[in-house]
């Protein structure tokens, strides 16, 4: 995911929403692994606290092999799905526009390769996207924007169903109210079943 990372040679995942958080935390012990959950206060200008959960080293089997045939797993529709919603928990947005294209979903990152992987999942889902590359005033690494509007952004939101989406805490001052409903009718996630086969091998 886009805020993960190695800490100690464990996999660690870090953002400021409990919700979210918690619900990856219940996801890895459902699979077996167990994963401790700590907070650490951030710079001033930040308004929230981060939250990390840290898997133990039993689970940095598993990821490394994940990461390593994820190009060739990309083929598998539920594993893109399941790609694609930890990506867009991680980097992705909504935005609703008063605009023709209406509702825009978007993953931003400066990883070339992560963006390239992502384009291959929405492919094999028959995603419509587009995709710019952003230069920004005073950074040194281009920012790549993958973007679906209106009813592609519609279909990416009920196939891959992001758990984002469905915590009320980040849709509230970010989407209208009156599309809060919309959310809660789209149901619960499939479950990312030939992951946890896989991960049975591990434990």
Known sequence: MGDGYWLEGKPAFSNTSYSLITYYQNLI?????????????????????????????????????????????????????????????????????????????????????????????????????????ERRDGKRKKLFNVKLYGNSSLKFIKTVKPTKLMIKEYLVGKVNPKYINFFNSIGEKSPCDSVKMRAEKYL
Request: glycine share 4%; with cysteine; aromatic share 6%.
């Open 29 to 133: 012990r459902s699979m077996g692994f167990e994963c401790k959950l700590y907070k650490r206060k951030k710079r001033k200008t930040k308004w929230k606290p981060e939250l990390i959960l840290v898997g133990e080293k039993k689970l940095s089997k598993l990821v490394t092999t994940e990461i390593k045939h994820l190009k060739k797993r990309l083929k598998n529709k539920n594993d893109c799905k399941c790609f694609l919603r930890g990506v867009f928990d991680a980097e992705g947005n909504l935005e609703f526009r008063s605009t023709r294209r209406g509702r825009e979903t978007k993953i931003s990152n400066t990883n070339e390769k992560l963006i390239t992987l992502v384009e291959k999942a929405l492919k094999t889902l028959n995603l419509k996207y587009t995709k710019n590359i």
